[in-house]
Structure formats: C-alpha cells, structure tokens
C-alpha cells in the first residue's frame, strides 16, 4: 500500500468515525419536545453504578452478570441528575437471560432512594421486567411494601396500605402477548402527584393510585436495575424525561 492510499485511508476512517459520532449526538438529542435526553449513547456520562458491570454497548446502556462476574446482591445505575417528582420517563429496553435457570428480571426505579451507596443499592418505586411471563410492567416497590399492582391492574393504596382493586386494563396474557422477547419494548412511567402509570408498548399495563401518606414517594431519584442471581443482560435506550 503506499503511504498516499494510506493516508486517504486514514482520513476516510476519521470522516467515517466523526459521521458515527455526529449521527449518535443527533439520536440523542432528536427527543420529543418537552422532553431532555438522559443518555449521550457513546458512554455513562451522568450515571453512576458498578463499572465491572454496566457499560455502552451497541449504543444502548448495558447491564450485564454472567457466573464468572454475578452481581452480589440487586444493584443499580443511578442517574445523577437529581431528584424527580412529577414526570413522564420514555425508553427503550430489552432483556436476554444469560442460563435456562433461574430468574432474569430487571426494572427502572422511580421516586426512589439510595439505601447503600457503597454497592448502588436503591430502594423504591420499580416499573418491572423480567424475562419470564409475569412481571413485565408491574409496580414493584423495592426494598419496601413489595407488589403494589399486578399486571392489568387499576388500584388504589388505602391509606392504612390496603391495596384495592378497581378495575382492568385487559388479562396479563394478554398484555403479555404485546411484549417482544429477547427484543425491544418500549416502556412509559408517567407519575403525577398519587397517581402512577405504566405504559408498555402503547397498552396501560397498571394504573394505581397511592394514599398510603406515610409510604407514598413523592419525589426521588432515578435508576437502572440489575437483578442478583443467574446470568442476565438488559440493555436501555433512548431514554428521556419530561418533568411536570
């Protein structure tokens, strides 16, 4: 080769390499009007979580445990730009068990808290998925009361923590059926005041409303999940917020 068509090379790689670069800033700032974007798509600028365990990959914010490097217990990629209170979260996620065996779940927390910094453990509001049948789109409360609305769900917490059922958004299977595995979802977390909503995939998922006072989030941080156990890998994008 001689050191004309490499140094026409090179500068091809470096146009080529700066298009790539260009094109990612666009995609994460073309956002919804209103909305702020949360991710740079190149690295975890703004985040925060255990480096041996989250990275980019593929453009997409990526969690990943395998046997050799397992999660010691759940931990999270924590958002470092501040509480939230009244908002609406949009994003893109994905979820690929590692094994047969075993339980491969993830989630977002919202209005959450940070209960061991040392680790990223966080506490809270989660909107859940997993791998499996069951749990994609739920209200889980981390570290707290534990199931809040189960798939399908319209509820309302009575302030002594009573959970009321007050109607059906469709059968879990159902909603089930609308979610891509192995592949990418959309998912929305619109939260005002005591009113909490999920959205996967364009269908309401739950609706609840939360009165219990002494438990109910009113504000609080924003994270990523990734779940101890078998080996599992979730990936997130395009995610952006709007605060209300």
Partial sequence: MTMKMY???SRLGAVLAGALLLARAVQAAEVEPGFTS??????????EGEPTLWSVQDGAITGKTTKEHPAKSNTF???KGGNVADFELRCSFKLVPGSTEGFANSGMQYRSKVADPSYWVVGGYQADMEAGPTYTGILYEERGRGILAQRGQMVKIEPDGKI???????ESAEIQALIKKEDWNE????????HLTHIINGRVTVD?????ESKAAKSGILALQLHAGPPVMVQFKNLRLKSY
């Fill in 7 to 9: 140094s026409s090379l």
């Fill in 38 to 47: 949360l991710f740079n798509g190149t690295d975890l600028t703004g985040w």
């Fill in 77 to 79: 990629l924590i958002w």
């Fill in 164 to 170: 009321r059922i007050l109607g059906t958004m469709g």
């Fill in 187 to 194: 998912y929305i977390v619109i939260a005002r005041g005591n």
């Fill in 208 to 212: 609840i409303t939360d009165d219990q």
